[in-house]
């Protein structure tokens, strides 16, 4: 008989059960952790038990939700004898169904409230890799964003950074000696990935009013944290777009969070599924940024777990950071999959009664091996595990139910409404204004000083006629017809005489 848990055990988060009761401790949380196994293995349910158990314990929570299942938390679970079943094979004696405190977020505004950021606070590497931008066009674009700070122009949405970069790049040869070369080919192919990445919607997450990352960090009046939901099934056609946004949340997590150390348990935990995403084709220099936010925002408080198919799909340099580990089940049918298994069994720590490698292939849909942080810091021997069941709905809410808690949720209101105030593009839109309308004075001062120059030398005649000049020039003309007529006849007079 399996022993006996509890879902709310102080200081800790109970999992699943093993061979014991499997528990992640709230104070290594931040520790970080890897949730992996092939589609359809349980990933969901792990991370939907995992954000309920944070948010009993009064932690924030902060998941991207990829096909709307994980929306389902914020509503009631229903008692179905599979669930039930399981809670009594792992001795689960207070399990019950309930809700849990959620809000909605989406980057459209569609199925959840908007989130939105200033092109100044993305900053140019993440816009860089967004664009698709060589090294060389990076180069122009770092350009562009000095150009506007050292000018005091403010970048806040596409079209700010459009008219920074139409402005710079017809100012190419006036900056270069100050800020380096600006060729118009560089400008013009940010304008053609600027387009691009309109078109896929991402001018609704640039602008304002920004999220304050404050309002991910919030409690509910019974004490349990909130869990904020990113509804992400439309922004993951465009993976990069997804991947760069979350990057920025992390990014913007470390930069405004004050160090706390190690606390008892985190300020935030922030799941980021579909990890892979972040990592393919990244660049060295973002690489390099993701290693360097996940290995210093623990101190900050906020735990970072990644969730994704294969523990390869992270980059050796952050897998280490990641001490906490729930390894679903992984399939092998080619020489290159099985390599990839081993690989994954390599990262746990050995437990002489398993073959990890083979157990790897053989979990059931629920089940997990599990290895946690203990209270040294020290990793526990890898356990197969079968994860509890969650509280919450397993499946998303119906569209009533998320309209319903989207407007009774405690920032209803405060990012609906877009803002635009005076920012680049308004600046450059005066000053090309102003360029045009001092043009267009002085070439009518030019022609008014050339007027008023042969009214000097000739005047003009009474009651507005011809001026003197004019005059002059007709008498002129009408004198030299007179002489070449005299003398075309003349000539004529003389042929015949001679004749």
């Not at 940024?289 to 050796?316: A, C, F, H, M, W």
């Not at 990793?379 to 998303?396: A, F, K, W, Y």
Request: proline residues 5%.
């Amino acid at each position: 008989m399996a022993k006996t848990a509890s879902v709310l055990q102080e200081g800790k988060i109970y999992i699943g059960q093993s061979v014991e009761p499997e528990y992640l401790t709230l104070r290594l949380a931040n520790r970080h952790g890897l949730i992996t196994g092939a589609t359809g293995t349980g990933k969901t349910v792990t991370l939907q038990v995992l954000a309920e158990g944070f948010a009993d314990a009064g932690v924030p929570v902060f998941a991207s939700d990829i096909k709307g299942d994980l929306s389902g938390i914020s509503t009631k679970g229903e008692p179905k004898p599979p669930l039930v079943k399981r809670a009594q094979d792992i001795g689960l004696t207070d399990y019950e169904n309930r809700a849990y405190p959620a809000v909605f977020w989406d980057l459209f505004g569609e199925n959840g409230h908007p989130v939105r950021a200033t092109v100044q606070e993305m900053g140019p590497l993440l816009l860089a890799r967004l664009l698709e931008l060589n090294e060389v066009q990076e180069g122009v674009l770092n350009i562009m964003f000095r150009v506007a700070a050292d000018e005091n122009m403010l970048l806040l949405d596409l079209k700010d950074l459009r008219a920074i970069v139409t402005d710079v790049g017809q100012r190419g040869k006036e900056i270069q000696t100050k800020y380096g070369n600006v060729s118009a080919t560089s400008a013009g192919a940010i304008q053609r990935r600027l387009l691009v990445l309109e078109e896929q919607g991402a001018n609704h997450f640039f602008g304002e009013p920004a999220l304050d990352i404050k309002d991910f960090m919030r409690t509910a009046n019974d004490g349990r944290g909130v869990i904020n939901i990113l509804a992400a099934e439309k922004l993951m056609r465009t993976p990069r777009l997804y991947a760069t946004f979350l990057l920025w949340m992390l990014s913007q997590l470390f930069d405004k969070l004050p160090e706390v150390g190690d606390p008892d348990k985190p300020k935030l935990v922030f799941f980021f599924d579909e990890a892979h995403l972040l990592f393919s084709e990244a660049p060295k220099a973002l690489l390099e940024q993701v290693e360097r936010v996940t290995r210093l925002i623990r101190s900050k408080g906020v735990g970072v777990y990644y969730v994704t198919q294969n523990p390869r799909d992270v980059p050796n340099t952050v897998s280490a950071q990641l001490g906490n580990r729930v390894q679903h089940a992984l399939r092998a049918f080619t020489p290159l999959e099985q390599k990839g298994i081993r690989a994954a069994a390599e990262t746990f720590r050995p437990n002489p009664k398993l073959d990890i490698e083979r157990v790897i292939q053989e979990l059931k849909v629920g089940e997990a091996l599990v290895s946690v942080l203990q209270d040294k810091g020290e990793p526990s021997m890898v356990q197969r595990t079968l994860i509890r069941p969650p509280s919450g709905r397993i499946g998303p809410v119906t569209a009533e139910e998320r309209r319903k808690l989207i407007e009774n949720s405690p920032v209803y209101g405060k990012y609906e409404e877009t803002q635009d105030r005076t920012s680049a593009y308004e600046v450059l839109q005066k000053k090309t204004a102003e360029a045009a309308a001092n043009d267009e004075a002085e070439a009518k001062d030019e022609a008014a000083r050339k007027n008023s120059w042969g009214n000097v030398i000739f005047g003009r005649g009474p009651r507005g006629g011809a001026s003197m000049g004019e005059l002059i020039a007709r008498d002129v003309t009408r004198s030299f017809t007179r002489s070449i007529v005299t003398q075309v006849k003349n000539a004529i007079l003389r042929s015949v005489f001679k004749r």
